[in-house]
């Protein structure tokens, strides 16, 4: 119980915490915005194109982790080809790197898979008549998406929303080669407790933490996700 008191108790402890789950809903958020158009696109695309579609998304599978993150290494570098189109386009020197920001966009590249993969198998199975039918009866094309299809994409939005945060929380390789010590997560002072201290107890404790509010985090959500249903259904009926 004392490692967990003094992790709870320390302040630099709770911010690295904080950072962690923040970075993981940012990433989410993202991988999200960039999924869900694209997985929409893949119901609509014909045979050819949604194979097409379908290998550029199982594409990253094929590369080695390391090798992707040292890849964005280059392109978000200070010299690298990123920073000069910002400063081309008038946003002058931006830092991409050593920094959150190159962590989230590693890390959403990385992850944007786990999240396009569920959505497309919940939109595939969505019938189209149904946009059709609220369209029939008068309502906008926005309205009919946002009422009819998109309570039913919500399945497939949670389960790859859920799955892209909890293995967010856990990414160690990214965080250490885009990031600074200044902007630690949880795997890397995790890391730091077992191999460079030898506090096994501290260590284990933080895993516990950190399983025990992604555990939490996860069953808000689903509670969530259970009450937009329900008040979905509701207002169909009517």
Known sequence: MQSYGDFLGTPAYRTILFRTFFVAV???VACLLFAYPYAYLMTLAGPRLRRALLVLVLLPFWTSLMVR????????????PFKAVLAAI???QVDLIRNTTGVVIGMAQILLPFMVLPLYNNLQKIERSDLLAAQSMGATPFRAFWRVYFPQSLPGL??????????ALGFY???VILGSPQNSMM?????RQVTERLDWASGGAMAVVLAVLTLVFVGLMSRVVNVQQAFGGTVDKK
């Not at 949670?158 to 293995?167: Q, R, T």
């Not at 795997?187 to 890391?191: D, E, G, R, T, Y």
């Open 90 to 92: 008038g946003l002058g």
């Open 69 to 80: 993150t040292y890849a964005w290494l280059v392109l978000l570098q200070d010299t690298g």
């Open 26 to 28: 940012i990433c989410t």
């Open 173 to 175: 390789i990214t965080p």
């Open 187 to 191: 795997s890397q002072l995790i890391v």
């Open 158 to 167: 949670f389960a790859g929303s859920v799955l892209v945060f909890i293995l």
